[in-house]
């Protein structure tokens, strides 16, 4: 065999080799992706650009079931680092963005028509919600041995909320055209939107406590600190869903509250993106950390997509013109930054997988 064709079998072991630990490595917050893509699909479909919205339809499913085969394989390959990230409070709660993920696509597939196949990630959802919603907080949080536990908290544990609140987002979009089960699908919604305003107001006290109680150092202050805005976000989406469903005795019981609610979450998510925005130049300015692709960015694309819709469905559910017409231009922002993390994660992944295990073939004598 000739050199060439040595180092040519050589580049492709070292490639798998690169694609097994980076299974083995792999983020659980990384359902994010199709967490961002999603809901910048919705926001553009609201703008009229049709095709753009199918592309990211195509990219959201894509990337979900990718996500789903290489967290199946990790699962059965790695099952150690897979029991470490179930029991590590900075990670653990990265398992929700699989519910949100298949919610958020969920939400979008009804726009598109396919209401059985939404309906099925709602059960989905519905399940994955519930399992993680007890699991995770045990694994990472109460059953540790070690304390305080709060000094594990982050940004990630608002994900927690978000995927609460994308069972009601979906639930509610799926009620109005439902044959059967409107009312059972209505009190989904609710349910799990209070559920979703119980515990941001949990997880809000963890994550101040950390912030006070322990130093905080600019490599700490990751991208997912934005989901506590993108957690606001979809609660105020929620809530507007929910109004907008409709009769049923659950909604009829609480559509008041629920609208009322809504705005105060509108208020304060948009109070907390001067902080967020704040905190990331103190960072990647004032201490100069290098500004490089990580899975967490997703992190920070959903909350800038889910704001923009939420703002434009929360207008017009409460007739908010001012509201609307922020959330319908703050979409663009979402969108550029989408755009952005997604060639920066193109990159990431060539290097990764491609090009750094070509680059290390030995060159003919």
């Known amino acids: 065999m000739s050199v060439q064709g040595a180092g040519t079998l050589g580049a492709g072991a070292r490639s798998a080799a690169a694609a097994t630990r980076a299974v083995a490595t792999l983020n659980p917050g990384y359902f994010a992706f199709v967490m961002g893509t999603g809901i910048v699909s919705i926001g553009v479909s609201a703008h009229g650009l049709v095709v753009l919205s199918m592309v990211l339809l195509w990219v959201a499913a894509g990337g979900f079931a990718v996500l789903v085969v290489l967290t199946a394989w990790r699962a059965a390959a790695f099952p150690a680092e897979l029991r470490d990230d179930f029991a590590d409070p900075r990670r653990g709660f990265g398992f929700f963005t699989f519910v949100a993920a298949g919610d958020v696509l969920g939400t979008r597939l009804v726009m598109a028509g396919h209401h059985r196949i939404a309906l099925a990630l709602l059960g989905l959802g519905c399940l994955g919600w519930l399992i993680l919603g007890y699991v995770v907080p045990w694994t990472a ?8 536990v709060v000094a594990g908290a982050n940004g990630t544990w608002f994900i927690w909320v978000v995927a609460s609140q994308s069972v ?10 439902a044959a059967v089960g409107r009312r059972e699908l209505a ?24 912030l006070l109680l322990y130093p905080l150092r600019p ?8 989901v506590a805005m993108g957690a606001t976000a979809i609660t105020v989406l929620a809530g507007a869903r929910i109004v907008q469903m409709a009769d049923a005795p659950a909604v009829t019981a609480t559509r008041d509250l629920v609208a009322g609610a809504s705005v105060v979450f509108w208020a304060f998510g948009s109070w907390l993106i001067p902080p967020l925005v704040a905190a990331g130049w103190w960072r990647h300015v004032t201490h100069r950390v290098p500004l490089r692709y990580e899975a967490t960015l997703w992190s920070l694309v959903f909350p800038l ?5 939420a ?33 920066a994660m193109i990159v990431h992944l060539g290097r990764t997988l491609l090009w750094r295990p070509f680059a290390a073939r030995p060159t003919r004598r």
Do not use: K
């Open 141 to 148: 949080v109460i059953g540790r041995t070690e304390r305080p």
């Open 168 to 177: 009601a987002v979906l639930a509610a979009v799926l009620e109005p055209s």
């Open 187 to 210: 009190l989904l919604a609710v349910a799990a939107w209070s559920v979703g305003v119980f515990l941001y107001a949990a997880v809000g006290v963890f994550v101040a406590a950390r």
């Open 219 to 226: 490599d700490d202050l990751t991208p997912p600190y934005w």
């Open 305 to 309: 997509g889910m704001y923009g819709v």
């Open 311 to 343: 703002g434009h469905y929360l207008g017009a559910a409460d007739r908010l013109p001012v509201v609307r017409m922020v959330g319908e231009d703050e979409i663009w922002i979402a969108l550029t930054a989408w755009t952005l993390v997604f060639a």
